[in-house]
């Protein structure tokens, strides 16, 4: 996918916000400090409005997530740049330049009075030029709405609270779900060991057709791990952090399954897996070489 495809056309969203002020300025007060013109108008996308968002940033508190659109891939730079969500990255973009979503109620005459302070839930938008705009979260409006600080108009709206609650300095919200990236055409065997036996899958491409087979394990046996390996996502990450010692406690070091994913160009990938104590449809997993343990559906 193309830098131009990730794209977000952030001047419809200007223009249908300043629409949206114009139109629906609440009758609070006759006399607005920012008005929308023709060369205010210009003069914004001019100075700073993002045209191609290839950074977010969100904060709150003292936890930030900086992420970076880098040769077409996503990538959270403040943390060992590991590969972002990229799933996660466009709803997210999608979602909050859609201007219906928000309810204007005023330019800003007292953030402090919206809830909105240094600490607020915030997240920016910019491009390669630096050119960027916020969102800044505030206090709870009504029930169901909170209000928001909008930086390129400095103005405030309400927004329902699930576009907001759904976004979070957490780490693993960020991050692919894509723990073992597999291209089955890459791939030249994966060795599967199990009960102290190992069992060796051999990837065959016939015609661009590619099947699995082994000398030990069945068609549906050697199916059923490449299905594995392609449609599987984590749902839950546990830690980033894992010592040798964690991983113990959670018998990743005996695991029930090691499964190592090997490729024409002589790299390799082995993931430990263990059953869940808890939840009979779920095991524990990590990469052996990284700190992670993550948890993955049964097979």
């Known amino acids: 996918m193309s830098n131009k495809q990730w794209g977000i056309p952030i001047a419809l969203f200007l223009a249908s916000m300043a629409l949206l002020f114009y139109?629906?300025?609440?009758?609070?007060?006759?006399?607005?400090?920012?008005?929308?013109?023709?060369?205010?108008?210009?003069?914004?996308?001019?100075?700073?409005?993002?045209?191609?968002?290839?950074?977010?940033?969100?904060?709150?508190?003292?936890?930030?997530?900086?992420i970076k659109l880098e040769d077409k891939q996503w990538i959270i730079t403040n943390h060992n740049n590991i590969v972002a969500d990229s799933t996660y990255i466009y709803n997210t973009l999608v979602t909050i330049t859609d201007s219906s979503i928000f309810e204007p109620v005023e330019t800003t005459q007292d953030l402090a009075s919206y809830?909105?302070?240094?600490?607020?839930?915030?997240?920016?938008?910019?491009?390669?030029?630096?050119?960027?705009?916020?969102?800044?979260?505030?206090?709870?409006?009504?029930?169901?709405?909170?209000?928001?600080?909008?930086?390129?108009?400095?103005?405030?709206?309400?927004?329902?609270?699930?576009?907001?609650?759904?976004?979070?300095?957490?780490?693993?919200?960020?991050?692919?779900?894509?723990?073992?990236?597999?291209?089955?055409?890459?791939?030249?065997?994966?060795?599967?060991?199990?009960?102290?036996?190992?069992h060796k899958i051999t990837i065959n491409n016939v015609d661009e057709a590619y099947y699995a087979t082994s000398n030990t394990l069945s068609e549906e046996g050697c199916n059923t791990f490449v299905k594995f390996l392609q449609q599987t996502r984590a749902v839950e990450f546990v830690t980033a952090e894992a010592t040798d010692e964690i991983k113990s406690m959670y018998s990743l070091d005996n695991p029930l399954f090691s499964i190592t994913v090997k490729t024409f160009d002589g790299k390799s990938t082995t993931v430990n897996l263990v059953q869940s104590p808890y939840t009979p449809t779920e095991m524990y997993a990590t990469i052996v070489g990284t700190g992670d343990i993550f948890i993955v559906p049964t097979f």
């Open 115 to 198: 809830g909105i302070t240094s600490d607020s839930k915030k997240l920016t938008l910019s491009d390669e030029t630096g050119a960027e705009f916020s969102i800044t979260l505030g206090k709870i409006a009504s029930g169901s709405q909170y209000y928001v600080h909008l930086s390129y108009l400095d103005s405030i709206c309400v927004i329902d609270k699930y576009h907001f609650d759904q976004l979070s300095a957490n780490l693993n919200v960020w991050r692919t779900k894509e723990y073992l990236p597999f291209d089955i055409a890459d791939t030249s065997e994966i060795v599967v060991v199990t009960n102290n036996q190992s």
């Open 23 to 66: 139109y629906s300025a609440p009758p609070t007060y006759s006399s607005p400090s920012f008005a929308i013109t023709a060369d205010s108008y210009d003069q914004i996308l001019i100075d700073g409005l993002p045209q191609q968002i290839t950074n977010v940033s969100f904060s709150h508190y003292d936890s930030s997530i900086n």
